[in-house]
């Protein structure tokens, strides 16, 4: 029985693990030569099986054991004892060394002793961690007892002092003989233990693992600091709580800097401000004036020709006037935009298509030098939101691109699907979600980091007085966060520069807007139409009233919402109400909109604004059935809406 072929292989196979690779396991005869040998150990120790097999396992020991006589030690307490276990230094062919784990089981037949069964586990990894371990709490102890920029101590489950160390005496004042054993809450101001704080950051940090906190803390000569806390929880092995850990650092002269330094960026922030509303008033002020001077000029030289009979070539004038009109309004709703006050009137857009209708429009503005490339995805999704205003917007974006070009280069104009998880939405301060992109990049001289964190703040630009308001990346801003959207830019000096903006994507169904309308002559009214017409500027009544007139309504006018609202609560029939939002007489727009379909709960609503606060017009978007024209408006405009408002379009 002692000859090593006296085992079959069935036999061992019978007590061995084939394909085991983590472990080494293999068979030992009385003598102890090996007489199996399994893919685990040909790993672990090196060797093939037909370079071990017949050998003695000793040679798997260091010279020290086997001189030692280690080897033969284990196989006969093995046999005594019924298992020998151990953790050691083994030896690899290629003669490096590796610590293991071993056990060796005695193997019986018939109760007489035929061999052993060896397993061998490398252990090098565990080890190396459980000592890096043990010099790292060496350390830790070391370092904590010397720390005083900390405060560091221990607390039992209950929340009494265990230790105490040399930080915690210098900020709290307390000497270890002083306070160990006491109760935690003593550190607390009364009206935080009052509100049972220090029992909350128990139950918190046993619960998560960790309470982090800043807040007033007491010394021991009753004056308050600022405190940073963390509290850790402390399990044993089976998962028991056994205390706490606490660390406080004394952050008052820290906070006393922040808020000297908060006050000082506040200041400068004012001062800034003030600066910068100088700039814009005088750009305001010139743009203006020179819009004024062409609409003043032109009435003028109008009037002049008119009395003096010569009435060929008065349509330039007239087309003079009319032009710096549209520039005084468009810079009104820029005005607007920035102050996130405009009020919306959203459709279900379809990008692309809005994008397609202004290529040409886009190409003309940005000129030959300037190649114009669209970038269309296939697919994309619809968005909710004012065209009229992505229209202006994507334009603003363009023409800042081309003046960043003087040279000319290339615009791109590209549409995608994005959908943002919580940490990319967190990062551009958005909710999680689906969007629709629209990106507008350039090959321009890009923008450096101070102008790009700058780049939407209130009037800032980087243009020359009366060359710019600063207002442009304001009102994009503006329209995308009031859309529910974003807009992020991302470029470098010299390199170009990327703004994309963002827009959550539309589910279900909406209107759509027909993007630039063909302007036909207006439906005229059917027989008794009426239309309540309420203004408190008389010239605007006068106008809207000779338009509707014209297409055959009968017009009411009010000046103020109660003398509206009389009319409205009378029997007179009215097919139509249209208001200002700001009104005198003590009830605005929307009031007298509200109280009006309290009695005519299917009266449809247009509302003529200028301005309008967010609150007044239903937090910048429009209720069911009303609708919105921002003055100034062409009348063109309001006459083709007559119709299809009255007929529920």
Known sequence: MNDPKSFTNSEASDLLIQGVVDYAIYMLSLEGRVLSWNPGAERIKGYGADEILGEHFSRFYTDEEREEGVPSRALQIAADAGRFTAEGWRIRKDGTRFWAMVVIDPIRRNGELVGFAKVTRDMTEQRNAHLAMLESERRFRLLVQGVTDYAIYMLSPEGQITNWNAGAERIKGYAAPEIVGEHFSRFYTPEDADAGVPRTALETARREGRYEAEGWRRRKDGKRFWASVVIDAIHDEGGKLIGFAKVTRDLTERREAQIELERSREQLFQSQKMEALGHLTGGLAHDFNNLLTGITGSLELMKTRVAQGRIGGIDRYLDAAQGAASRAAALTHRLLAFARRQTLDPKA???????????????????????????????????????????????????????????????????????????????????????????????????????????????????????????????????????????????????????????????????????????????RAEAGQTVLVVDDEATIRMLVTDVLEDLGYAVIEAADGPSGLKVLQSEVRIDLLITDVGLPGGMNGRQVADAARQSRPRLPILFITGYAENAVVGNGHLDVGVHVLTKPFAMEVLANRIRPIIAGR
């Open 349 to 523: 857009v379809d990008p692309n298509k809005l994008i397609s209708g202004m290529e040409e429009l886009i190409r003309r503005t940005m000129g030959p030098p300037v190649q114009v490339e669209a970038v269309l995805a296939i697919g994309l999704w619809r968005t909710l939101c004012d065209p009229n205003q992505l229209e202006n917007a994507l334009l603003n974006l363009c023409i800042n691109a081309r003046d960043a070009m003087p040279d000319g280069g290339r615009l791109t104009l590209e549409t995608t699907n994005t959908w943002l998880d919580e940490r990319g939405a967190r990062e551009r301060d958005m909710p999680p979600g689906q969007y629709v992109t629209l990106c507008i990049s350039d090959t321009g001289s890009g923008m450096p980091p101070e102008v790009i964190e700058r780049a939407f703040d209130p009037f800032f630009t980087t243009k020359p007085v009366g060359e710019g308001t600063g207002l442009g990346l304001s009102m994009v801003y503006g329209f995308a966060r009031q859309s529910g959207g974003q807009v992020r830019i991302y470029s470098e000096a010299g390199a170009g520069s990327t703004l994309r903006i963002y827009l959550p994507r539309l589910r279900g169904t909406a209107e759509f807007e027909t993007l630039q309308p063909e302007l036909t002559s207006a439906p």
